[in-house]
């Protein structure tokens, strides 16, 4: 596949191959023009909670999972527990909620030839992933190895049946475009209409394919609101310990994984064995379902596209204590150039 030279051409490719590269040119002729989500999207279910936040557009939105030092999820916390600091300067909240609020999501699987004797077990707990997330989710699949596909009918799956459908699309073969795959499921991401945004990628090994580099791919991730949690399949081998004879290469793709979930408030898992993984699907789609949600209107009204650091301290109600806090570390404020940008300042 050819490296293209519009930045915005980065639309899912139809599943296969070959047929796949001659219908790139004509998908990115629409790569502009985010089209609605998919009408057979269950609407979003309303009673006894309003899923829709109303947000300004000046306003920082972030996604929270709060932590014991044990690493449990705490769930009793009130907007007074939390403190949120832009470049060192106190913010006041102009929302807070703590919902199972539905997600725009994408599962983004590896389909390399090292991935044949590993996608049985991913799928399953993929799909029990799925199944366990809030019924109200839009879910696509992309299944990548030296390109990458769109599995999902339409925009978004429709039903479970259709999911596990684009599960199913094996064709563990060649490399792995892992930088292309996440660059194009975070534009695809954008067609959603849920508040929340989350992508899931899972992968066992270091991108030998992709044609956007990896500054290119942190870049565009620091830029979006999608949260990205990350899965290494890097120790899964029964027979060899990866991290001995692919030293190196797994090293890599580890840091790679943990750097693309650090700067969009996700988190990365490495298990052990194949067997752990449907826990570790289970683990971050009750991660998901249990953040809080924070707004505030920033102080620094300098319309720069300086990058704005973000801490956010979490006390417990009772002891006062420290509590853990998970969410993106930033964000790129909106550049305005010329007499407009001065204006704003």
Do not use: W
């Amino acid at each position: 596949m050819h490296r293209r030279n519009d930045l915005q051409c980065r639309n899912l490719l139809v599943r296969r191959g070959f047929y796949a590269l001659l219908l790139c040119p004509f998908l990115c002729l629409g790569a502009q023009a985010p089209q609605p989500a998919n009408p057979h999207t269950p609407p979003v279910d309303k009673k006894g909670k309003e899923y829709t936040i109303t947000i300004d557009v000046n306003e920082v939105v972030l996604h929270a999972t709060v932590l014991d030092k044990r690493g449990h999820i705490i769930n009793d916390l009130n907007q007074d527990d939390f403190h949120v600091y832009e470049d060192g300067a106190l913010q006041t909240l102009t929302h807070f909620s703590h919902a199972d609020s539905p997600v725009t999501m994408g599962i983004v699987i590896d389909d390399s030839g090292s991935m044949r004797d590993k996608r049985q077990a991913v799928n399953a707990a993929a799909l029990i992933f799925a199944k366990t997330s809030n019924p109200q989710d839009q879910v696509f699949v992309v299944n990548f190895n030296d390109v990458y596909y769109l599995d999902t009918p339409g925009d978004f799956a429709s039903t479970i049946e259709d999911l596990k459908s684009a599960l199913d699309k094996i064709d563990s073969r060649g490399g792995t475009a892992l930088r292309d795959a996440v660059i194009a499921s975070l534009d695809h991401v954008k067609l959603g209409n849920r508040d929340k945004k989350v992508l899931l990628v899972i992968t066992d090994g270091d991108d030998n394919a992709s044609r956007y580099t990896l500054e290119e791919l942190m870049e565009k991730a620091q830029k979006s609101s999608t949260v990205i949690y990350t899965i290494g399949l890097l120790g899964s081998d029964e027979t060899s310990n990866l991290f001995k004879i692919r030293g190196g290469e797994a090293h890599r793709a580890a840091k790679v994984l943990k750097e693309l979930a650090d700067v969009t408030g996700g988190e990365t898992y490495f298990p052990k064995s194949l067997d752990e993984v449907e826990s570790t699907c289970r683990q971050i789609a009750r991660d998901i379902r249990n953040q809080y949600t924070l707004a505030y209107r920033p102080t620094n009204l300098k319309k720069d596209g300086t990058f704005r650091n973000i801490r956010v301290e979490a006390l417990q109600p009772r002891t006062r204590n420290k509590l853990v806090v998970r969410t993106r570390p930033g964000y790129f404020a909106t550049k305005i150039e010329g007499a407009a940008a001065v204006a704003s300042k």
